[in-house]
């Protein structure tokens, strides 16, 4: 019996790279604070300031805010940033700004005249293994397709955007995809994983809301419940357990960010069985209140 043709005449099965984009957020502001004594959140930034007076510090190096360069910093990098010379606080942040969408030129000029800053910035995860890369910060000199992009951006944000459209989408994609490709394969080589273990992560993220046991994983690999755990911490570094809770108030850090989620709906999507619970555990992971965190870090751009 003749075979039924798939459209590929090769018999060679071939594996590909999955990673998902998620995006959270892709605003236009103009700031005129911008002293925050710590940042570090589980997802991807992109930023580029119009006007120069931007500073970052990360692991004792201090980045002046080019605006021919685009910044891309990576998940779980602790940084600090201010605006000119104005002073750090000891806790929290300092922060004024506004979306342009809601500013008139004239306004904007007199802002940027009076020391403002233009401030783009794009917000996005990767998922597993893609947002577990060292933290850091990689510059990108402003190239002129990436010019036009970024140009492309600017005038779409200037109005209220709530819906995306389709091109000015796949604009903010082709731009993540090319400042990712640019930071070289090396950052990509991770250490080679079982594939049962990264069938379980990939459960996981994609399921936070599930009650998890370490015998219900283990049977979804077809493995003994002791020898999975073992084979699950010598892998990651951390137990299974572990593991998924912090999986879990990682997606609550961005809920409280990007959502309209009121706290007890986060608590009930990331799997916790009460308000109490949750903040009990949110805690334990961030040194930090879920309440505290969604008021402070909504306006950590």
Same mark, same amino acid.
């Given at each position: 019996?003749?075979?039924?043709?798939?459209?590929?005449?090769?018999?060679?099965?071939?594996?590909?790279?999955?990673?998902?984009?998620?995006?959270?957020?892709?605003?236009?502001?103009?700031?005129?604070?911008?002293?925050?004594?710590?940042?570090?959140?589980?997802?991807?930034?992109?930023?580029?300031?119009?006007?120069?007076?931007?500073?970052? *510090?990360?692991?004792?190096?201090?980045?002046?805010?080019?605006?021919?360069?685009?910044?891309?910093?990576?998940?779980?990098?602790?940084?600090?940033?201010?605006?000119?010379?104005?002073?750090?606080?000891?806790?929290?942040?300092?922060?004024?700004?506004?979306?342009?969408?809601? /500013?008139?030129?004239?306004?904007?000029?007199?802002?940027?005249?009076?020391?403002?800053?233009?401030?783009?910035?794009?917000?996005?995860?990767?998922?597993?293994?893609?947002?577990?890369?060292?933290?850091?910060?990689?510059? &990108?000199?402003?190239?002129?397709?990436? $010019?036009?992009?970024?140009?492309?951006?600017?005038?779409?944000?200037?109005?209220?955007?709530?819906? &995306?459209?389709?091109?000015?989408?796949? /604009?903010?994609?082709?731009?993540?995809?090319?400042?990712?490709?640019?930071?070289? *394969? *090396?950052?990509?080589?991770?250490?080679?994983?079982?594939?049962?273990?990264? $069938?379980?992560?990939?459960?996981?993220?994609?399921?936070?809301?599930?009650?998890?046991?370490?015998?219900?994983?283990?049977?979804?690999?077809?493995?003994? /419940?002791?020898? &999975?755990?073992?084979?699950?911490?010598?892998?990651?570094?951390?137990?299974?357990?572990?593991?998924?809770?912090?999986?879990?108030?990682? /997606?609550?850090?961005?809920?409280?960010?990007?959502?309209?989620?009121?706290?007890?709906?986060?608590? *009930?999507?990331?799997?916790?069985?009460?308000?109490?619970?949750?903040?009990?555990?949110?805690?334990?992971?961030?040194?930090?209140?879920?309440?505290?965190?969604?008021?402070?870090?909504?306006?950590?751009?």
């Amino acid at each position: 019996m003749k075979e039924r043709y798939t459209g590929d005449p090769s018999e060679v099965i071939q594996s590909f790279p999955q990673f998902n984009l998620q995006m959270h957020c892709c605003r236009y502001w103009w700031i005129k604070n911008w002293e925050h004594k710590e940042l570090s959140f589980p997802f991807w930034r992109i930023y580029n300031n119009v006007q120069k007076g931007g500073f970052m *510090e990360y692991n004792q190096q201090v980045y002046e805010m080019d605006p021919d360069i685009l910044y891309l910093i990576a998940p779980n990098t602790n940084y600090s940033s201010r605006l000119y010379d104005h002073l750090i606080p000891n806790e929290g942040y300092h922060l004024t700004g506004g979306r342009i969408s809601e /500013t008139s030129e004239k306004e904007l000029k007199d802002l940027v005249k009076n020391g403002a800053v233009e401030h783009l910035f794009i917000h996005f995860s990767l998922g597993y293994p893609y947002d577990n890369v060292s933290p850091g910060i990689y510059m &990108f000199p402003m190239e002129k397709y990436l $010019k036009s992009k970024i140009r492309l951006l600017r005038n779409y944000l200037t109005k209220d955007v709530a819906q &995306f459209n389709f091109t000015i989408f796949l /604009t903010i994609q082709s731009l993540i995809c090319e400042l990712l490709f640019n930071m070289g *394969e *090396e950052k990509w080589k991770h250490p080679v994983r079982d594939v049962r273990i990264a $069938k379980i992560i990939s459960y996981i993220e994609n399921n936070v809301s599930i009650e998890f046991t370490n015998e219900s994983l283990a049977s979804k690999v077809n493995m003994a /419940t002791n020898a &999975f755990s073992r084979l699950f911490k010598d892998d990651t570094g951390v137990t299974l357990q572990r593991f998924i809770k912090k999986k879990r108030i990682h /997606t609550a850090c961005l809920l409280l960010l990007h959502s309209e989620y009121n706290i007890d709906q986060i608590a *009930e999507r990331t799997g916790f069985t009460n308000r109490y619970h949750f903040t009990r555990v949110f805690n334990e992971i961030t040194g930090n209140t879920p309440a505290k965190y969604k008021k402070e870090g909504v306006f950590f751009l």
